[in-house]
């Protein structure tokens, strides 16, 4: 499963986010939308508006979850 975190430059939530994904050993992909704002224009369209957001697979989120952090921690585990 390919995991995307869709990060702005100093969002503190996006960087509570990155470092539990990489604490927890769990992959993920990085998009800055200050770098690609088609991005953010796309997750608009799709109803977001905070950042980051996490879209892994049919699962997604925005805001800092640890919660579902975990629960891809745990299916990253069993895969």
């Known amino acids: ?10 969002c503190v939530q996006c960087h509570a986010t990155k470092r539990a994904m990489e ?4 992959a993920f992909e990085m998009v800055n939308v ?5 991005a953010a224009e796309t997750l608009r369209a ?3 508006r905070q ?20 629960r891809l921690q745990t299916q990253a585990a069993s895969a």
């Open 1 to 10: 499963m390919i995991i995307t975190i869709y990060t702005r430059n100093d």
């Open 51 to 70: 950042l980051p957001v996490v879209i892994a697979g049919e699962t997604s989120w925005s805001g800092f979850r640890p919660d579902m952090i975990n």
């Open 34 to 38: 200050d770098s690609v704002p088609d």
């Open 23 to 26: 604490s927890r050993g769990v």
């Open 46 to 48: 799709k109803g977001f």
